[in-house]
């Protein structure tokens, strides 16, 4: 359990690295602006020489366009370091991006550290403007709203090694109606669409940057024995994994809990090519296999215990302020199980703040599903010890884990923002996710769970009408069909359902038609 306080944990997360001086080049010089996107192929466009002059050659792709284009060594770097410092532990303990290690010698968590010496020779303003500059563009692999952020994540990769599909870039949905009618005449208050990517959920920010990785390790000149990535999945994580190892050629492997995902959060991973174990077992019981499994084989681990990942999913982080025109919201809700996204999340508006690009970070409310809540009750007792739980089934799938990898992370984020924790019942998860629907939304259940903590909140009084709120969704609606299903068709035992809105029968005939009609719009016709 992290035991410092928050403050010097996190003085030594983002002090200045002890690393030799790199000498500056003159400002702009090793940083380049990603050349301008062109509308279309240049195998498209017309034999107008002015409107070509500035396309790549037909027959160049973007990745090769990237190779021509590159520019020197930025000179920037990162490293993984133990997390948090263990006490009386070797102060010099670190380790580089390229070795294979999940754990410090003490055999706690490791944590990606940046050179934040390096990149703060550049003032905030010089970052906000590159960041902005590559937004929405396809020049490799900076169309990406993760490696737009290149050198906050991952700046000693080369561009050619980067498995990406472009991820990201996200929609932030302003639910104006949703806060004016159902929470009080909130008139700021934004839902943060991570769902919207390629397979459908916020991993996929991650696993970009963890697939990138071990396709450099596999690669010339490291050429790393790596035969495959393995995770264990509450469906999301094997989702992404899977997609990601299909574009990159890497075979993957995959561990679920028999019986406890979606049925289209498991027809991806087997669309996608990957070996799919269905255990007779819930996640706790998968993560623990799968770990044996990779110290046995030459099989890389994916889960969150691999902070490579969050290095990617604190972009989203990132993106928000970018979407905000670089305004700090006063909130962020962020759903929470294996509880790496929270600290992600965190982690991100803080290298903002520490480097300049922002002034300070927003408050943070961790949601759990009750059924799930372990971090909720360590919150609850003051942190005083965290006890592991047998999650029950919750309709919150991807979070209905019990003994979360990364609560020492989420602890730590949650104390420097003066964070919460809130949780919420199947019914209030439910509830939240039909009320949003109506708003227009169609949101999973994991969204329903940081809908319902805000709800929670408004009436404490403890968020304003007037604060500016972001609910972080983390999956697509569409992957979590089944819970709506059950839901509108009122065959959830013991929940009124309260906004069930099932289809009506009738018969086919104008009168029964008009019937039905003046009854259920109540003369608005």
């Not at 997360?13 to 240049?42: K, M």
């Not at 290690?101 to 020779?121: I, K, P, Q, T, W």
């Amino acid at each position: 359990m992290a035991t410092s306080t928050a403050a010097s944990t996190l003085s030594l997360l983002f002090s200045h690295s002890r690393q030799p001086s790199v000498r500056a080049p003159a400002a702009g010089s090793h940083l380049h602006l990603p050349p301008r996107a062109s509308p279309s192929r240049a195998r498209c466009a017309s034999s107008d020489t002015t409107a070509t002059k500035h396309r790549r050659p037909a027959d160049e792709n973007i990745r090769e366009e990237a190779a021509r284009l590159r520019g020197p060594a930025q000179g920037f770097s990162a490293w993984y370091e133990p997390f948090p410092p263990a006490p009386g532990g070797d102060p010099d303990e670190r380790y580089s991006l390229d070795e294979v290690v999940y754990r410090s010698s003490s055999g706690g968590l490791l944590d990606v550290r940046h050179d934040m010496e390096a990149l703060a020779r550049y003032p905030g303003s010089y970052w906000r403007d590159l960041f902005d500059s590559r937004v929405g563009r396809t020049a490799w692999p900076y169309g990406s709203g993760v490696w737009s952020k290149k050198e906050f994540v991952l700046p000693e990769i080369d561009s050619d090694h980067i498995v990406s599909l472009f991820e990201g870039n996200s929609n932030l949905f302003w639910a104006e109606r949703l806060g004016r009618e159902h929470l009080g005449g909130m008139n700021d208050l934004w839902v943060k669409h991570c769902g919207i990517s390629h397979t459908g959920s916020f991993k996929d920010l991650g696993m970009t940057v963890l697939v990138s990785q071990v396709n450099r390790l596999r690669r010339a000149p490291l050429s790393r024995p790596i035969n495959g990535v393995g995770c264990a999945s509450t469906g999301d994580t094997s989702a992404a994994l899977s997609a990601y190892c299909a574009a990159a050629g890497i075979p993957a492997i995959v561990f679920l809990p028999a019986d406890r995902i979606s049925l289209q959060q498991l027809i991806q991973p087997i669309a996608n090519g990957a070996t799919v174990l269905s255990l007779d077992t819930d996640f706790d019981g998968c993560m623990r296999l799968i770990r044996e499994v990779t110290a046995e084989l030459p099989i890389y681990l994916a889960n969150s215990l691999n902070s490579l990942r969050l290095e990617g999913q604190k972009t989203a982080a990132i993106e928000i302020l970018q979407q905000f025109n670089w305004q700090v919201p006063d909130w962020v809700i962020v759903p929470g199980g294996n509880l790496g996204n929270i600290y992600a999340f965190y982690k991100g508006f803080e290298m903002c703040r520490v480097l300049g690009l922002v002034d300070r970070v927003p408050r943070l409310v961790c949601a759990q599903a009750a059924n799930a809540n372990p971090l909720y009750r360590y919150y609850k007792s003051g942190w005083t010890e965290f006890q592991p739980q047998v999650a029950e089934t919750t309709y919150a799938s991807a979070i209905q884990i019990g003994d979360p990898v990364s609560v020492d992370r989420a602890v730590v984020a949650l104390k420097a923002t003066n964070g919460i924790v809130e949780e919420a019942t199947e019914e209030e998860l439910m509830d939240a996710t039909a009320l949003a629907d109506r708003t227009g939304m169609f949101a999973c259940p994991h969204t329903g769970v940081a809908l319902a903590a805000l709800f929670k909140l408004r009436d404490q009084r403890i968020i304003g009408p007037n604060d500016c709120t972001v609910v972080v969704s983390t999956a697509h609606g569409l992957k979590f069909t089944q819970s709506k299903i059950d839901y509108h068709d009122k065959n959830i035992k013991d929940m009124v359902c309260q906004y069930a809105n099932p289809p009506i029968s009738v018969k086919a005939d104008f009168g029964s038609v008009m019937d039905v009609l003046q009854k259920n719009l109540n003369g608005k016709i």
